[in-house]
């Protein structure tokens, strides 16, 4: 159901390298994802669940995921001596002495796991054969204290809904830049010259090698890709670390590109709506699906699928008194004609979690409509 929740006081638990960059990007500190925790999964299978709902399997959870980890925390978990990072630090060790997937720029997922990941239907949290290698046999994450952006900001469930979701969502692309842009600089750094740049030719980069499939490693392409440094990956991600450890974010501003200067504006831009509890002016009843009903209540999903909401029925009944006229007098009326009081701050979570929307057309100082952020469309729940 939707209830009044408000953000933690506590910060996200960001990795430690990355937490003042996202920061500084922000301007404040980043609110922790309370209703999502790795230590207490809210995603598995539990008593009393409404039918329809999505599940992980324990096995697994969110982490039948392979990422890439660029060469710079590849550097700062082999570095690691705490025995918290044991685990992770032997399973990139191997990963590195078999040399598939071991480029300059990172400890790749490699491409057959792209491959299985992106078409096979439903395999999120469900695959136990893609699970991470740096997942321990407990259920926890090895590399936790530097795994990577796209690990460290997803999330199966919002404090804030939607808001939350596009926040995040933007911080992973921003991170996946940076990651991009400092491993190239760090090769560069290193004179390795243009070996990286041929192994992110699009043209093979999503092709799987034999190698990943128990052959052998072509090893003239990899003495290519190496140099100098063959023999000696360890040695270079290390060194990559070192290179990196130092910057403050001005100095990430300075290496990066554009694509990074523009996706830290719309990061702050996404911070500013999290962080704010300010309503529009004039709210529209948004498009939303109903996967299902129970006890006077719907079962709505709106921005994921992972985190919908049970609404009682009276509440969506009177959803269609927000057609864009003043908030206030949707409200008014909502008391009047249904005798429903429904609270501000209610009103916000729905906004939040995208079952109300901005009027574009009369509140020129709203939010943007999230569908230009690429959030999925659905279909329009029915009222009476």
Not at 110 to 118: D, K, S
Not at 132 to 140: A, N, Q, R
Not at 327 to 353: G, P, W, Y
């Amino acid at each position: 159901m939707i209830v009044e929740t408000a953000s933690g006081s506590e910060e996200a638990p960001l990795p430690p390298l990355y937490a003042p960059w996202l920061r500084a990007v922000s301007g404040g500190p980043i609110p922790r994802e309370t209703v999502a925790t790795c230590d207490r999964c809210v995603m598995l299978p539990a008593e009393g669940q409404p039918p329809g709902a999505e599940f992980f399997l324990p096995a697994v959870k969110c982490c039948a995921y392979q990422p890439t980890l660029p060469g710079f925390l590849a550097g700062r978990i082999l570095g690691d001596a705490d025995p918290t990072m044991a685990y992770g630090r032997r399973a990139l060790e191997r990963q590195i002495e078999r040399r598939v997937g071991v480029v300059p720029g990172g400890v790749k997922s490699g491409a057959v796991f792209n491959l299985l990941f992106t078409l096979t239907p439903n395999v999120f949290g469900r695959a136990p054969d893609l699970k991470c290698p740096y997942l321990t046999d407990g259920g926890d994450c090895g590399v936790w204290r530097h795994r990577p952006g796209v690990c460290a900001t997803w999330f199966c469930k919002h404090v804030r809904g939607e808001t939350g979701f596009r926040f995040w969502r933007l911080a992973d692309k921003l991170f996946r830049a940076v990651e991009s842009d400092l491993s190239l600089w760090c090769a560069a750094k290193m004179n390795l010259g243009k070996s990286e740049l041929r192994d992110l030719d699009p043209v093979n980069a999503g092709r799987p090698h034999v190698s990943e499939l128990g052959g052998p490693v072509d090893a003239v392409r990899y003495r290519e890709l190496w140099g100098n440094w063959e023999g000696r990956e360890k040695e270079f991600y290390r060194a990559a670390a070192a290179l990196v450890e130092p910057l403050a974010w001005n100095g990430v501003l300075a290496i990066c590109g554009p694509r990074v200067t523009i996706l830290s504006e719309l990061v702050r831009d996404a911070y500013e709506h999290l962080v704010s509890d300010a309503l529009p002016d004039r709210l529209r009843l948004a498009t939303f699906a109903m996967s299902g009903a129970a006890d006077g209540k719907y079962r709505v999903e709106s921005y994921s699928p992972y985190d919908p909401a049970l609404v009682p029925e009276e509440l969506v009944h009177a959803l269609r008194y927000f057609d864009g006229r003043p908030t206030e007098e949707a409200l008014t009326a909502i008391l009047t004609e249904r005798n429903l009081r429904v609270d501000l701050r209610l009103v916000r979570r729905l906004v939040d979690f995208g079952l109300l929307k901005t009027e574009p057309d009369v509140e020129r100082n709203a939010r943007p409509d999230t569908g230009a952020s690429g959030f999925p469309g659905s279909v329009r729940l029915p009222v009476r």
